[in-house]
């Protein structure tokens, strides 16, 4: 059986329904929950949640369930027992990932950790579980730290997450899919297949021109077209912000030459930010929303989409190990 980990129990990739391959229920820097400006209780939490979260089910019921990636790793908010309740009371599949977003949010207990350590630690949380919450971790998260530059401690965790990946055959998912030579030596020299890696955050307005997706497309990589809807039309745009129509004519050049299986979408978008104000107004619901309307629009048809939000996610998230 194809086998993937949510919160609430191993699944069957077939039970997906459609996926939102990268989403925070809530993302926060280290430490943000140190500073009492941000406090929020949890009743607030819920609130600013679960309607969010009752929209996605509600909109993905014409394809029989809905899975929400939630793709914010250790130490930046991650919170299993909410995710938890939360799936329970939406009917939404959660899946949470290990991993960190980046060298630069791990903290410095994980700084000095060795690849030996990083890799366990990953393992664990796939194959045993997460804590004592009883839930298995279904991803792994790693990133690139600011400066669009790998750090010493961005290349540990991708190699430990290579060889974490093959253990378990979790997928990684990365933040940014800038500087990617260095992962793809790692992942080449770690005999992990590219097409068990989606290189997030291609589609931003502050990666374009410095992501190679020739040589991530070369290598058999997935690239990440996952901020959809950080539009610069939006009344107060973040930084990372792009015009709507330049994305999407980025992600249909795809499309119309034959890369569908290639590219994943999603909207990258916070249900209850943590230490941030967030973008108001943006939620995983852009996908329906606005996305596929567009998508439609342009001539994209049912099937399409279908292989961009469930089949090829479901392939992607299916635990698939890598005998020695
Ligand atoms: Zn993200």
Redesign the pocket.
């Given at each position: 059986m194809t086998r993937v980990n949510t919160v609430l129990g191993t699944i069957s990739a077939a039970e997906l329904g459609f996926v939102a391959i990268?989403e925070?229920i809530g993302?926060g820097m280290p430490g943000c929950e140190l500073d009492s400006r941000w406090w929020k209780k949890p009743e607030q939490r819920y609130e600013e949640t679960v309607p969010k979260l009752r929209k996605f089910h509600e909109n993905a019921l014409p394809w029989g369930a809905a899975t929400f990636v939630e793709?914010t790793g250790i130490c930046n908010g991650r919170d299993i027992d909410y995710y938890k309740s939360l799936s329970d009371k939406t009917g939404v599949h959660i899946i949470a990932s290990t991993g960190f977003v980046g060298g630069d949010t791990a903290l410095p207990f994980f700084e000095r950790a060795s690849v030996e350590y990083l890799t366990d630690q990953f393992v664990h949380e796939i194959s045993v579980g997460i804590g004592d919450t009883g839930a298995r971790a279904g991803i792994i998260k790693v990133g690139v730290s600011r400066g669009f530059k790998m750090k010493e401690l961005d290349l540990r965790i991708y190699r430990a997450a290579a060889r974490a990946s093959r253990i378990t055959g979790a997928p990684i998912f990365t933040?940014l899919a800038v500087d990617s030579e260095p992962a793809l030596a790692i992942f080449a020299e770690e005999g992990l297949p590219c097409h068990r890696v989606l290189f997030g955050h291609a589609d931003d307005g502050v990666s374009q021109g410095k992501v190679n997706e020739k040589a991530i497309l070369d290598a058999g990589g997935r690239i990440g077209f996952d901020t959809f809807g950080y539009d610069l039309e939006l009344p107060d745009p973040p930084f990372w912000g792009r015009r709507r129509q330049e994305r999407l004519d980025h992600f249909l050049r795809f499309l119309n030459t034959g890369l569908v299986d290639r590219v994943l979408a999603s909207a990258?978008a916070n249900c209850s930010p943590l230490g941030w104000p967030g973008v108001k107004g943006h939620t995983v619901n852009y996908l329906f929303e606005r996305l596929l309307p567009d998508l439609r629009e342009a001539g994209v048809e049912a099937s399409t989409i279908d292989r961009i939000f469930v089949r090829n996610t479901a392939e992607f998230l299916t635990l698939q190990p890598i005998r020695p």
């Amino acid at each position: 059986m194809t086998r993937v980990n949510t919160v609430l129990g191993t699944i069957s990739a077939a039970e997906l329904g459609f996926v939102a391959i990268h989403e925070h229920i809530g993302y926060g820097m280290p430490g943000c929950e140190l500073d009492s400006r941000w406090w929020k209780k949890p009743e607030q939490r819920y609130e600013e949640t679960v309607p969010k979260l009752r929209k996605f089910h509600e909109n993905a019921l014409p394809w029989g369930a809905a899975t929400f990636v939630e793709a914010t790793g250790i130490c930046n908010g991650r919170d299993i027992d909410y995710y938890k309740s939360l799936s329970d009371k939406t009917g939404v599949h959660i899946i949470a990932s290990t991993g960190f977003v980046g060298g630069d949010t791990a903290l410095p207990f994980f700084e000095r950790a060795s690849v030996e350590y990083l890799t366990d630690q990953f393992v664990h949380e796939i194959s045993v579980g997460i804590g004592d919450t009883g839930a298995r971790a279904g991803i792994i998260k790693v990133g690139v730290s600011r400066g669009f530059k790998m750090k010493e401690l961005d290349l540990r965790i991708y190699r430990a997450a290579a060889r974490a990946s093959r253990i378990t055959g979790a997928p990684i998912f990365t933040h940014l899919a800038v500087d990617s030579e260095p992962a793809l030596a790692i992942f080449a020299e770690e005999g992990l297949p590219c097409h068990r890696v989606l290189f997030g955050h291609a589609d931003d307005g502050v990666s374009q021109g410095k992501v190679n997706e020739k040589a991530i497309l070369d290598a058999g990589g997935r690239i990440g077209f996952d901020t959809f809807g950080y539009d610069l039309e939006l009344p107060d745009p973040p930084f990372w912000g792009r015009r709507r129509q330049e994305r999407l004519d980025h992600f249909l050049r795809f499309l119309n030459t034959g890369l569908v299986d290639r590219v994943l979408a999603s909207a990258d978008a916070n249900c209850s930010p943590l230490g941030w104000p967030g973008v108001k107004g943006h939620t995983v619901n852009y996908l329906f929303e606005r996305l596929l309307p567009d998508l439609r629009e342009a001539g994209v048809e049912a099937s399409t989409i279908d292989r961009i939000f469930v089949r090829n996610t479901a392939e992607f998230l299916t635990l698939q190990p890598i005998r020695p």
